[in-house]
């Protein structure tokens, strides 16, 4: 067996029109095509790919302790994205990337899961951090209020 690639992250919820809005409005995925499952949901797709499937259940589940502690995109664009955040007023936490000068933007969607945005763009912050051998990040935090 040879595993060829991650193909998506499933994510069950009561609040089908909130996610929905988090990663197609916010992040800008495309909704899509989906099978009918017989199960209410929604596909969400980066260029071709459906990589977030919502299952829409009648409650979001408690997860007190997530075993996945978050799942990530490249991402380009990021003094646009940190401009659309700040804009929609959604909190989010930005690390800069020791030894390899790489942006991280975690965020939370509406029911609590952590994204991270991983940017590869360079700029003096980023040129030093890549300079940088230790593990310390500089960590900047925005919230709505």
């Known amino acids: 067996m040879k595993l060829k690639r991650l193909d998506h992250v499933n994510i069950r919820t009561g609040d089908l029109a909130g996610l929905t809005a988090f990663y197609g409005g916010l992040l800008g995925l495309d909704k899509g095509a989906r099978p009918p499952f017989g199960v209410g949901g929604v596909w969400l797709y980066l260029g071709d790919q459906a990589v977030v499937h919502l299952i829409e259940v009648d409650s979001t589940p408690d997860a007190p302790t997530p075993r996945v502690e978050h799942f990530a995109f490249m991402a380009e664009g990021l003094e646009e994205t940190k401009a659309r955040l700040d804009g929609a007023g959604q909190a ?24 991270e945005l991983t940017f590869t763009e360079t700029g003096e912050a980023r040129e030093e951090a890549r300079r940088r051998p230790s593990f310390e990040t500089r960590t900047f935090v925005r919230s709505s209020g």
């Open 92 to 115: 989010f936490r930005e690390v800069l990337v020791p030894g390899y000068g790489w942006t991280q933007i975690f965020l939370r969607d509406p029911d609590g899961n952590n994204v």
